[in-house]
């Protein structure tokens, strides 16, 4: 479902956190040459995240925020998450 071999890096503000099982997910609006884009960004599950240090509100709607995903085969703008930085400048890491 996601390219293994490409890593896409992302600056936009985050719309929503989902904190849900299976997985949890970012939906981060991403300006490019005037039009915004809105992503979906699957992370892994809320146990695996709060184990490196993720909790429910890690992060806020409105934050700017950049994250690192393995962009989805199909073109769509979705990904898996990698990594990233919130909007203290503080790494995030992926569980």
Same mark, same amino acid.
């Given at each position: 479902?996601?390219?293994?071999?490409?890593?896409?890096?992302?600056?936009?503000?985050?719309?929503?956190?989902?904190?849900?099982?299976?997985?949890?997910?970012?939906?981060?609006?991403?300006?490019?040459? $005037?039009?915004?884009?809105?992503?979906?960004?699957?992370?892994?599950?809320?146990?695996?995240?709060?184990?490196?240090?993720?909790?429910?509100?890690?992060?806020?709607?409105?934050?700017?925020?950049?994250?690192?995903?393995?962009?989805?085969?199909? $073109?769509?703008?979705?990904?898996?998450?990698? $990594?990233?930085?919130?909007?203290?400048?503080?790494?995030?890491?992926?569980?």
């Amino acid at each position: 479902m996601f390219d293994a071999s490409r890593i896409v890096t992302l600056h936009g503000t985050l719309k929503e956190f989902q904190w849900t099982n299976p997985h949890c997910f970012l939906q981060v609006s991403v300006p490019k040459n $005037g039009v915004t884009t809105e992503w979906s960004v699957q992370m892994n599950a809320p146990l695996d995240l709060y184990r490196v240090g993720w909790r429910p509100h890690t992060l806020q709607p409105g934050d700017s925020i950049t994250v690192q995903i393995k962009p989805s085969r199909d $073109g769509r703008h979705s990904g898996a998450y990698v $990594g990233g930085t919130g909007p203290d400048g503080k790494a995030l890491k992926g569980g």
